[in-house]
């Protein structure tokens, strides 16, 4: 079982950063490929970066490219995501999702989310 806590999330300007972070409890940590989606109103769940487990590979949505990292650190059992000249389109809840494979059955977790608001 792992539980995942996401925070850093809250209003910032255009242009402006935050990062956020996902601190998970449980074992195995490291085994577990970590991503981030959000959700904006109205719409649906968007995959915008994913970092394989133990730390290897890096993927990202289109649309945060170049502007977004996302990054783990296995011995503090967390994932960040560090977000830079933020638009207001990215407004949305960020949630945090741990997934891996173990003898054929599929471990998959939430977080709660958290609010990211851009505006000025």
């Known amino acids: 079982q792992v539980q995942l806590v996401e925070s850093g999330g809250g209003l910032v300007q255009p242009g402006g950063s935050l990062r956020l972070s996902c601190a998970a409890s449980g074992s195995s940590f490291s085994t577990y490929a970590m991503t981030w989606y959000r959700q904006a109103p109205g719409k649906g769940r968007e995959l915008v970066a994913i970092i394989g487990s133990y730390g290897g590979g890096t993927n990202y949505a289109d649309s945060v490219k170049g502007r977004f990292t996302i990054s783990r650190d296995n011995a503090k059992n967390t994932v960040y995501l560090q977000m830079n000249n933020l638009k207001p389109e990215d407004t949305a809840v960020y949630y945090c999702?741990?997934?891996?494979?173990?003898?054929?059955?599929?471990?998959?977790?939430w977080g709660q989310g958290t609010q990211v608001t851009v505006s000025s």
């Open positions: 999702n741990a997934k891996r494979k173990y003898r054929d059955l599929m471990y998959d977790y």
